[in-house]
């Protein structure tokens, strides 16, 4: 099995800043792209952050110029750094990656870890 743990998440004044971690570990044979997801009560769950295996990057427009996806090949972890936080990014934020986990199979899965939960404010 593939597992995703997440840490990193706590509680922030507004303007501060965090840094999430999300290490995959397990059978992988291919990580495809990962990503940070955030889903706040009575929202729907929306991409925050993602990076793909050749390094390239998009961002919600929400959180453009505050927040940096980066991630450690080797260690097979993303990691999202958030600054000048405010309190609309108050949420619980997931770990995602597409992963091949098999030589046996071309198929790719998306995988999910149990969330982390940011909250800012004063």
């Known amino acids: 099995q ?3 743990v997440e840490s990193g998440g706590g509680l ?5 800043s965090l840094r999430l ?7 992988i044979v291919r990580i495809y792209g990962m990503g940070w997801y955030r889903q706040a009560p009575g929202k729907q769950r929306e991409l925050v ?14 959180v453009k110029g505050r927040f940096t ?6 260690k097979n972890t ?10 609309e990014d108050t949420a619980v934020y997931y770990c995602n990656a597409r992963i ?5 199979t071309s198929q790719a899965y998306n ?3 149990q969330g982390t939960q940011v909250t800012v404010s004063s």
């Open 100 to 104: 091949a986990p098999s030589w046996l």
């Open 111 to 113: 995988y999910w870890g």
């Open 2 to 4: 593939v597992q995703l």
């Open 78 to 87: 993303v990691y999202l750094h958030m600054s000048s936080l405010k309190p």
């Open 49 to 62: 952050a993602a990076i793909t295996s050749g390094e390239s990057t998009n961002y919600a427009d929400s």
């Open 69 to 74: 996806i980066s991630k450690d090949n080797a």
């Open 21 to 27: 971690s999300c290490a995959a570990s397990g059978s």
């Open 12 to 16: 922030v004044q507004p303007g501060g």
